[in-house]
């Protein structure tokens, strides 16, 4: 995602400087011709030339802003000179100042001290941090408390250990036993953001029981009228080009409670290319949870208080690789998340056997207790920033009826029932908001169990 961020400042600073110190050996030489003029003409010429001197001194911040503008428009492309546009509308020294303040300020709150820093080859920043210093912990019903133990996995849950796919493990790198590795966040991953107070967070929107609208457009397959206690997955991950830098193209499961009003539950994990969150387009491992709709509480990843990571070699938010290619290898990711009958907590497993962590069921409120729905399927944001529908991609952009190695696929679906036991789905449904733009199909077989195919290009002849 293009965007003019708070070193784009600093460099206005040097060239203004810079012309400052050219303007101040411009005035040595005057002071030099002065005392010649003094000798040669009298004081009256002298006084003329002050006054010529700091009138040129007083034109000169209107000089410099223009210089910086010639540059400023030369440096960047059009598209990004609009990003600048938007994040700075209206541009005032004291307001730049106080918003740097609070960036740095939260970026202090969610940034905790390292133990080691490691680098990704895809630019990002892997703090190894004390698991007892995570961000989790700043949480008012967390504070004091420790990590817990890992839970007995739900029955009919057969794993083996391997190697985790993400693009940061390339550095041969890991983090130490006893700390886990956070993605550090930037000034300018929150200058990104439309406020620091929606950083991490999705967009509060209208929500009903069989999917959502406010601009976002789903796809997905799921099951309700039962009580859930959690779901199984293995989801194709492929790289969906998102157009807009204010949009995302998404695939998660989605485990759900509460009345789809204002007291929404719901526990989020799968993969997401955000150019607005990361900066890039990468698809990532993400996670998120709500216990108000999206509304105040929640975020991603572990950009607030509230999951706990118990896991030393998985990142959350972190590049996932490879991915899958249209009529090529195919890739996915398998994921479980699940209540511990013990304690009630809800946790998550990536990959094969790898436990990431838990969210606490002191967060929840309805999900204290139970989900009353889960959902599989894809989700992106449907700007119309040019008017139209968007070309934003679901899953692999194709749809659904193209099949394997073309479309993006969610296969073996499963739910967590009562006595903690993984079962097939029965009674699945499958729904898509636009079928002209993204749709869905499901189907069930021997080796897949439950599964879906969904996806789409966006705007088409038959989506405008």
């Given at each position: 995602?293009?965007?003019?961020?708070w070193?784009?400042?600093?460099?206005?600073c040097f060239?203004?400087d810079f012309r400052?110190?050219?303007?101040?050996?411009?005035c040595t030489k005057?002071?030099?011709?002065?005392?010649?003029?003094?000798?040669?003409?009298?004081?009256?010429?002298?006084?003329t030339r002050?006054?010529?001197?700091?009138?040129s001194?007083?034109?000169?911040?209107?000089i410099s802003?223009?210089?910086?503008?010639?540059?400023?428009?030369?440096?960047?492309?059009?598209s990004?000179?609009e990003?600048?546009?938007?994040?700075?509308?209206?541009?005032r020294?004291g307001e730049e100042?106080?918003?740097?303040?609070l960036?740095r300020?939260?970026?202090?709150?969610?940034?905790?001290?390292?133990?080691?820093t490691?680098?990704?080859?895809?630019?990002?920043?892997?703090?190894?941090?004390?698991v007892h210093?995570?961000?989790a912990?700043?949480?008012?019903?967390?504070?004091g408390?420790k990590?817990?133990?890992?839970?007995e996995?739900?029955?009919?849950h057969h794993?083996?250990?391997?190697?985790?796919?993400?693009?940061?493990?390339?550095?041969?790198?890991y983090c130490p036993?006893?700390?886990i590795?956070?993605r550090r966040?930037?000034?300018?991953d929150?200058?990104?953001?439309?406020s620091i107070?929606r950083?991490?967070?999705?967009?509060?929107?209208?929500?009903?029981?069989?999917?959502?609208?406010?601009?976002?457009e789903?796809?997905?397959?799921?099951v309700?009228?039962?009580?859930?206690?959690?779901?199984?997955a293995?989801?194709?991950v492929?790289?969906?080009?998102?157009?807009?830098?204010?949009e995302?193209?998404l695939?998660?499961?989605?485990?759900?409670s509460?009345?789809?009003?204002?007291?929404l539950?719901?526990?989020?994990?799968?993969?997401q290319?955000?150019?607005e969150?990361?900066g890039?387009?990468?698809?990532?491992?993400?996670?998120?949870?709500t216990?108000?709709?999206y509304q105040?509480t929640?975020?991603?990843?572990?950009?607030?208080?509230?999951?706990?990571?118990?896991?030393?070699?998985?990142?959350?938010?972190a590049?996932?690789?490879?991915?899958?290619?249209?009529n090529?290898?195919?890739?996915?990711?398998?994921?479980?998340?699940?209540?511990?009958?013990?304690h009630?907590?809800?946790?998550?497993?990536?990959?094969?056997?790898?436990?990431?962590?838990?969210?606490p069921?002191?967060?929840?409120?309805?999900?204290?207790?139970?989900?009353?729905?889960?959902?599989?399927?894809?989700?992106?944001?449907?700007?119309?920033?040019?008017?139209?529908?968007t070309?934003?991609?679901?899953?692999s952009?194709?749809?659904?009826?193209?099949?394997?190695?073309k479309?993006?696929?969610?296969?073996?679906?499963?739910?967590?029932?009562?006595?903690n036991s993984?079962?097939?789905?029965?009674?699945?449904?499958?729904?898509?908001?636009?079928?002209n733009?993204?749709?869905?199909?499901?189907?069930?077989?021997?080796?897949?169990?439950?599964?879906?195919?969904?996806?789409?290009?966006?705007?088409?002849?038959?989506c405008?």
């Open positions: 995602m293009a965007s003019v961020h070193e784009k400042t600093e460099e206005t060239c203004f400052r110190r050219q303007e101040e050996g411009k005057q002071k030099q011709k002065q005392k010649t003029d003094r000798d040669l003409f009298g004081r009256t010429q002298v006084h002050r006054m010529h001197s700091t009138f001194f007083q034109i000169l911040p209107i802003s223009f210089v910086f503008f010639l540059l400023f428009s030369t440096a960047v492309s059009a990004q000179f990003d600048f546009r938007r994040l700075n509308q209206t541009f020294p100042s106080k918003k740097m303040r960036i300020t939260h970026l202090l709150k969610i940034n905790k001290p390292s133990v080691k490691i680098q990704s080859p895809d630019g990002d920043i892997l703090d190894c941090v004390m210093h995570q961000p912990f700043d949480h008012p019903v967390l504070k408390t990590p817990l133990d890992p839970p996995r739900p029955y009919g794993h083996h250990e391997s190697e985790m796919y993400q693009l940061w493990s390339l550095s041969g790198e036993e006893g700390t590795p956070i966040t930037t000034e300018q929150i200058l990104r953001a439309s107070k950083f991490g967070r999705k967009i509060a929107r209208p929500v009903r029981r069989d999917s959502s609208n406010g601009g976002h789903h796809a997905v397959g799921y309700s009228g039962d009580q859930y206690y959690g779901a199984k293995s989801i194709n492929w790289d969906p080009k998102v157009t807009d830098r204010f995302f193209s695939s998660q499961m989605w485990v759900i509460g009345s789809f009003g204002d007291d539950n719901t526990i989020e994990a799968g993969w290319v955000s150019p969150l990361y890039d387009n990468y698809p990532r491992f993400f996670t998120y949870w216990t108000d709709a105040a929640g975020c991603y990843n572990l950009l607030c208080s509230g999951f706990v990571q118990t896991n030393n070699r998985i990142a959350i938010g590049a996932i690789s490879p991915t899958s290619s249209y090529g290898g195919q890739f996915d990711i398998s994921l479980l998340i699940w209540k511990d009958p013990k009630g907590n809800w946790w998550l497993e990536f990959g094969s056997g790898v436990l990431v962590g838990y969210w069921a002191s967060l929840f409120t309805h999900l204290r207790d139970h989900a009353s729905m889960v959902q599989f399927g894809g989700e992106v944001v449907n700007s119309q920033a040019t008017g139209s529908h070309s934003t991609e679901m899953g952009g194709h749809f659904s009826g193209e099949g394997f190695g479309a993006s696929y969610f296969r073996n679906m499963q739910v967590v029932d009562w006595d993984l079962i097939p789905l029965s009674n699945l449904k499958v729904l898509a908001d636009n079928p733009c993204y749709d869905i199909r499901g189907g069930i077989n021997n080796v897949w169990g439950n599964y879906i195919y969904y996806g789409g290009p966006g705007k088409n002849p038959k405008p």
